[in-house]
């Protein structure tokens, strides 16, 4: 029987575990950490439960998928629910919005409360199914670097509708031409973070996200966020893989352009096929270190996604006005993402996101209180004096809630804990920080990520949010797949 080792024990290593199991490999994944999961882990701290990472949870049918590719049923596994709201919104000038699931309800919402027609809600939502419907086959579920996928009459015929994914102009551009009200520019901008990246920089092509929240769905899974990590590493189990933890790789052993195996506690531990879910970066620089002609330097090269600075607030008070998604918007979007992006650090007005799994989890908090996971983006670690950004940036945050909600909420947390770019990175080996992998700030962007083979080293895989497709749990899923497909 073929062996396959896998370094990393993150949504994709466990995606691609299953399913080179499910091949008939024996596999087994080797983790840094003493838990699976990687960023989509959790934590429990004085009676609260927080989901570490990943809060919004989106294309549920390719977690299922896992379960029948093994033959299972999987409800029995992992069971979510769909959000009728899908978020709240929050603006300075005193607007709130409930974005609905339902495309109708949620047009109407808008041209209630605010001064953009649902027609036009309606028209972007179309262009986005368009620009999914264009994209999906050639940038999402297969490999942009096999000759097979560019000889698909889909992809042909994809190319041909190349100019109305809309490459050439920016998201925010676009969104200024489509709307007239300043808040619904804003929201439609937002998506642009969903992969870490800048509306005013990156191509009008993201406008395809919101249709993956308001087509396909947003959706809170019962156990909480980690129980994708649970079911999938319990199917992975059952299939006979083997984790290992506490077990860091400290190399990938190649011999002739061949990769033989990884060396990790001095031992080398040998395999038909090695996959890497470490960041790709990180994989070269520290696994690959001895080979640098192996290094692919213009791919490594890329501008790498911004990160996030999480408060996880034990909250003594529950909040009707709230919901399980909440965002709380800045006044000045453009100068927010100029300090994300070309100053490097926090604006003083970040936009707020607010997540309360308690909301649907009820024992994820004591009985009257609320768990809440307290995110802003901010830039990728460059060795800012995060100390002094996380203390400026918290009191701006606990003042705009305090303001936005009526509330001193100072005084009504209990517990705290905090993670920052410098946290992400060394937890899960992120290099710089980044949730997300490379910035799709480019229109090139899809096609500069890493591929998930090497082209100079037979037997080396990867798979995860830094190689192709992308970031997001849902790509990562897609990237394990595409990873497994190229694995005789
Ligand atoms: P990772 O989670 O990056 O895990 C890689 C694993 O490899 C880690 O466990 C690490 O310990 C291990 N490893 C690294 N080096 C070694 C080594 N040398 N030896 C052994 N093991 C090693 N996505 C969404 O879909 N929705 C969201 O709402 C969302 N929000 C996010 C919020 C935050 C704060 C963060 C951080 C991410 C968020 N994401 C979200 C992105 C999502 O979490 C990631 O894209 C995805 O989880 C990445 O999975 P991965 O398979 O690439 O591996």
Not at 172 to 178: C, D, F, M
Not at 196 to 202: E, F, K, L, T, V
Not at 275 to 290: E, Q
Not at 322 to 331: E, G, K, Q, R, V
């Amino acid at each position: 029987q073929q062996k396959a080792v896998i370094i990393g024990a993150g949504i994709a290593g466990i995606a691609a575990a299953i399913r080179l199991a499910v091949k008939g490999y024996t596999v087994e994944v080797y983790e840094a950490n003493s838990y699976p999961g990687g960023k989509l882990s959790q934590f429990e701290q004085n009676g609260y439960r927080f989901d570490a990472g990943p809060s919004l949870f989106t294309m549920p049918q390719y977690v299922d998928e896992l379960f029948k590719l093994a033959g299972k049923n999987a409800a029995d596994y992992f069971g979510y629910q769909k959000l009728d709201v899908v978020c709240k919104y929050f603006y300075e000038d005193g607007t709130r919005l409930s974005a609905y699931a339902d495309t109708k309800q949620f047009a109407k919402e808008i041209e209630d409360k605010t001064q953009e027609p649902a027609a036009a809600i309606i028209r972007h939502l179309a262009n986005s199914r368009d620009i999914y419907d264009i994209t999906n086959h050639v940038f999402l579920e297969r490999s942009l670097h096999r000759l097979k996928t560019f000889l698909r009459w889909d992809t042909i015929r994809s190319i041909l509708r190349f100019p109305q994914i809309d490459p050439f102009r920016t998201m925010h551009k676009a969104n200024l031409s489509g709307f007239k009200d300043a808040r619904i520019v804003q929201f439609f901008d937002r998506y642009s973070t969903y992969n870490g990246s800048d509306p005013y920089q990156a191509p009008a092509t993201l406008n395809v996200i919101p249709h993956l929240e308001h087509h396909f769905g947003a959706y809170f899974p019962d156990g909480g966020m980690y129980s994708i990590t649970q079911s999938l590493v319990k199917l992975a189990e059952e299939l006979g893989v083997q984790f290992k933890y506490n077990y860091k790789v400290d190399e990938i052993v190649v011999i002739n352009s061949v990769a033989k195996g990884i060396r990790a506690k001095g031992e080398d531990i040998l395999a038909d096929v090695v996959v890497s879910n470490m960041d790709v970066w990180f994989t070269y620089n520290r696994l690959l270190s001895k080979h640098p002609k192996l290094h692919p330097k213009k791919i490594l090269s890329q501008e790498r996604s911004s990160s996030a600075l999480i408060f996880y607030w034990g909250i003594n008070k529950q909040f009707p006005e709230l919901d399980l998604h909440n965002i709380f918007f800045s006044a000045d979007y453009q100068t927010e993402f100029d300090h994300i992006w070309n100053q490097q650090d926090i604006y003083h007005d970040p936009t707020v996101y607010l997540n309360i799994s308690s909301k649907y989890k009820t024992d994820d908090a004591p009985e009257g209180c609320e768990n809440w996971f307290v995110m802003i983006n901010v830039p990728a670690n460059n060795g800012q004096d995060w100390d002094q950004l996380i203390a400026t940036a918290r009191n701006h945050i606990m003042n705009k809630l305090s303001r936005l909600l009526h509330q001193d909420i100072g005084k009504l947390i209990t517990t705290e804990s905090i993670l920052d770019p410098r946290g992400i990175e060394n937890k899960t080996s992120s290099y710089k920080g980044s949730i997300y992998g490379t910035s799709s700030n480019s229109q090139f962007a899809a096609f500069l990520r890493h591929a998930n083979r090497s082209s100079k080293a037979a037997g080396l895989y990867f798979c995860g949010g830094s190689v192709h497709p992308g970031g997001g749990i849902p790509l990562c899923l897609l990237s394990a797949k595409i990873t497994a497909g190229f694995v005789k």
